[in-house]
């Protein structure tokens, strides 16, 4: 019987969306939160770790910027892009499984500062949510911030979705753009919307809340809003 975890697991190991650039609520975050609130530009080479680092676009802006970065995702051929971007610390890089333990350590001795968990959480369904964000936590040092964004009910996906089990949503994309895409051999996935800010609040519990906002955009009208909320959190 196939899982929700191994259909997520078999749909992101495509490797397909491949995005070298840097999103803008990243570098945007950069100069107005992590730098201006928390005084983390990467001056002080402070360990970031990026889950769900994906082709490392994202963890790539963190490396230039000073960050002493280390990544992990279930996807080898997305791990593999990363260490041929990051070629000087292309050990920092590794392929984690896809089900999470409480007990993970990713990178034996060391510890997070930052913690960056981008487009990546909603897979999971409400239990392993939690027992990975508790891996995370005891992962950073005290005092650490986690940046973590949650996809919101209103995106476009929820709409080509239907209720699963577990908090999580079944997932049938079928854009014209997917089309004829190389390497893509399914699209259905499994996401874990969120609600409102107190339901963020909720499953970030672990973690004092900072700051809560969100980001949106509609590249293309025929799909609609691309809304994911935002959490800046503090492990006290």
Same mark, same amino acid.
């Given at each position: +019987? ?83 971007? +990051? ?150």
């Amino acid at each position: +019987m196939t899982t929700y975890i191994d259909q997520n697991t078999k749909y992101w190991q495509q490797g397909v969306y491949d995005a070298p650039n840097t999103e803008s609520y990243v570098f945007r975050t950069y100069g107005r939160i992590l730098k201006h609130d928390f005084n983390l530009d990467g001056s002080g080479r402070e360990n970031l770790l990026d889950f769900g680092c994906g082709s490392g676009g994202n963890t790539k802006f963190y490396h230039d910027k000073g960050f002493d970065v280390y990544g992990v995702d279930l996807s080898p051929i997305d791990i593999t892009r990363c260490k041929d971007r +990051m070629k000087k610390v292309s050990h920092h890089f590794k392929v984690v499984a896809p089900q999470p333990n409480e007990a993970d350590i990713f990178f034996e001795g060391v510890t997070f500062q930052l913690v960056t968990a981008l487009q990546s959480l909603y897979y999971y369904n409400d239990h392993d949510l939690e027992v990975r964000l508790g891996s995370l936590y005891n992962q950073m040092d005290p005092g650490g911030i986690i940046f973590a964004t949650m996809m919101h009910k209103s995106c476009w996906y929820y709409d080509m979705s239907e209720p699963s089990e577990g908090g999580l949503r079944h997932v049938k994309l079928c854009r014209k753009n997917d089309e004829g895409r190389e390497g893509l051999l399914t699209s259905e996935h499994f996401i874990n919307f969120v609600n409102d800010e107190d339901h963020l609040k909720y499953i970030f519990k672990f973690f004092t809340p900072v700051h809560i906002g969100y980001y949106d955009g509609c590249w293309r009208t025929d799909e609609g809003s691309e809304k994911h909320l935002t959490f800046f959190g503090l492990k006290s």
